[in-house]
């Protein structure tokens, strides 16, 4: 069964960057979209971002575009969500999740395969 583990979290100051991995394993990422989440305290759960299985296809909310990039390594079985100019209302935990593809889109509409999350705060 595929297991995901995201990475990368910690304490930052507004303007600073972070750089979030959701590496997997059990299976392979080659025929899995990919989805970034995150739910803030008292709020609903959010989507931040996606990719294809090949990479070619992402998108952003946004009010993250221009500031998050997401990318895959499928040699290394990782997804990243490079995470710039971070403000105070990208606080939340952040979870990868995963959906097997046919065709290369973004997110499939199921996500089968979700990780624990990974804290980030931004605070001065």
């Known amino acids: 069964q595929l297991q995901l583990v995201e990475s990368g979290g910690g304490l930052v100051q507004p303007g600073g960057s972070l750089r979030l991995s959701c590496a997997a394993s059990?299976?392979?990422?080659?025929?899995?979209?990919i989805g970034w989440f995150r739910q803030a305290p008292g709020k609903e759960r959010e989507g931040v971002s996606c990719?294809?299985?090949?990479?070619?296809?992402?998108n952003y909310r946004d009010s993250v575009k221009g500031r998050f990039t997401i990318s895959r390594d499928n040699a290394k079985n990782t997804v990243y969500l490079q995470m710039n100019s971070l403000k105070p209302e990208d606080t939340a935990v952040y979870y990868c999740?995963?959906?097997?593809?046919?065709?290369?889109?973004?997110?499939?509409?199921?996500?089968?395969?979700w990780g624990q999350g990974t804290q980030v705060t931004v605070s001065p």
């Open positions: 059990g299976s392979t990422l080659d025929n899995y979209g």
């Open positions: 990719i294809s299985p090949s990479g070619g296809r992402t």
């Open positions: 999740a995963a959906g097997y593809s046919v065709q290369d889109v973004c997110v499939p509409k199921t996500l089968d395969y």
